[in-house]
């Protein structure tokens, strides 16, 4: 895609109709580079097509791993050409998933070489519970400058514990240590569904994971991990910015092919701000609705990991409480910098003013379309939800970031009633 290319929205049109939900980014990134552990072929469903999938595809087949495009969401793997254990630091720059290939190379091949990752500027995003915990496994790590490289004649289970419950180190520790002799215990474990959707992925593949979804997990190391077929779940995170902006264009939108168990935090936010939530079940499958006629009632917001409310949806969020009734808070406890889009929405006629982690939004009676730019995916996700409640016509500019993790989005929101365009610049 052309880094050129702007989305053209005529605000004000409240969403109505339906949308199936893709298949999780955050779960289908992991478990693409997971299927370097298996010894045979290995088949994923329901993949997203976004960028970061493409990328890391192509650090897959730089690797040397044979790649199948099945067409519908579905690819078939073929580790057993791989031949090489270097992610260059061009591919890590490209998306920060790149990180799991620490874990996945260093349990497979007793090697690894990676460069610490790209992804969006949100915050220090350091790998040192990564490095600990591949330490803790008996891997020699050395860091020089951005180059990490890991090295194990043999892992052994191990006990580990991390400070704060992280998303990427604890998958990619469940990564090595599915491969390492003895039983390995990660406490205070990241719960994300992502995070059990790897376990059972692995589980798939012949591992022993136990616990995934609770702070303990325990991994009894295998000798051989075999291939497997497996449908990626349903994103969360791409529901949750549908929810809002349904609620946010005052709207009445349905969502298949979602757990709507995955979206209780953000749910009861919705339904604290005055906005129906209904979850159904049509037979195959569950749905949810997300219906308002009103004014959503400010709120506040702590962003805390898994069940808590996530801080993926935070910028999405922030966008529905700037025409709130009354003042809304949010606190960003996971990522210090998240507030980049603040600045935008504000020249939008948002009245939002942030201290330190904290931002205070007051709820005004209309936001306006200018010219924004995202800084962020999940930036993107919140300027689009901005833009569709905005009076006037709103340009959004840096479309890469949000093509990284959104599939078909503009078509997806068209079909919903929305006024947008894709506009390509010479
Ligand atoms: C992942 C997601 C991202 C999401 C985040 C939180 C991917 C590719 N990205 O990011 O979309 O916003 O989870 O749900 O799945 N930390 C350390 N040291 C470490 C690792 C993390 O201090 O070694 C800190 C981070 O700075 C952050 C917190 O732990 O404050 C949680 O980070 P983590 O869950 O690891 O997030 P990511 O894997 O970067």
Do not use: W
């Not at 990564?130 to 860091?143: D, P, Q, Y």
């Amino acid at each position: 895609m052309p880094d050129n290319d702007y989305f053209e929205i005529q605000g004000g049109v409240p969403l109505r109709g339906s949308v199936t939900i893709s298949g999780s980014k955050n779960a289908a990134l992991p478990i693409l580079c997971a299927c370097v552990l298996a010894e045979d072929k290995c088949r994923i469903d329901n993949l997203p097509y976004i960028e970061d999938i493409q990328r890391i595809l192509e650090i897959l087949s730089q690797l040397g791993a044979g790649i199948t495009d099945l067409g519908g969401g579905s690819i078939e793997i073929d580790p057993t050409t791989i031949d090489r254990y270097v992610v260059t630091a061009e591919m890590a720059s490209r998306l920060r998933a790149s990180y799991y290939m620490l874990g996945a190379l260093l349990g497979r091949y007793g090697t690894a070489e990676i460069n610490q990752p790209g992804g969006c500027a949100i915050g220090q995003r350091p790998m040192d519970f990564h490095i600990k915990g591949m330490r803790a496994l008996g891997a020699e790590v050395v860091e020089r400058g951005a180059l990490i490289s890991a090295k194990a004649d043999r892992l052994i289970g191990a006990d580990i514990y991390f400070d704060i419950a992280s998303v990427g180190a604890t998958i990619n520790i469940m990564f090595a240590a599915c491969r390492a002799e003895g039983r390995t215990v990660i406490n205070n474990a990241a719960r994300e569904p992502h995070v059990v959707d790897v376990a059972n992925f692995l589980n798939t593949m012949g591992a022993n994971i136990r616990g995934a979804g609770t702070d303990i997990i325990r991994i009894q190391g295998r000798e051989h991990l075999h291939g497997c077929n497996y449908a990626v779940i349903p994103d969360q995170i791409e529901a949750g910015t549908y929810m809002i902006a349904a609620a946010a264009t005052r709207g009445d939108v349905i969502l298949n092919n979602v757990i709507p168990t995955h979206l209780e935090s953000l749910s009861a936010k919705l339904i604290e701000c005055g906005v129906e939530v209904i979850t159904g079940d049509n037979g195959n499958d569950f749905y949810m609705e997300v219906r308002t006629d009103k004014r959503p009632e400010g709120v506040t917001i702590k962003t805390m990991p898994y069940p808590g409310f996530p801080t993926d949806l935070q910028q999405p969020m922030t966008s529905m409480l700037t025409t709130a009734n009354g003042t809304s808070v949010i606190t960003e406890n996971l990522f210090e910098s998240r507030f980049n889009h603040v600045a935008e929405l504000n020249r939008m006629g948002a009245d939002i003013n942030i201290y330190g982690r904290n931002a205070n939004i007051n709820g005004v009676e209309k936001i306006y379309g200018t010219d924004v730019k995202t800084t962020d995916l999940r930036a993107g996700a919140a300027m689009i939800i901005a833009a569709l409640m905005a009076e006037g016509t709103t340009r959004i500019h840096n479309l890469h970031y949000i093509d990284r993790g959104y599939e078909r989005i503009e078509e997806k929101l068209r079909a919903l009633g929305a006024n947008i365009k894709r506009v390509s610049e010479e």
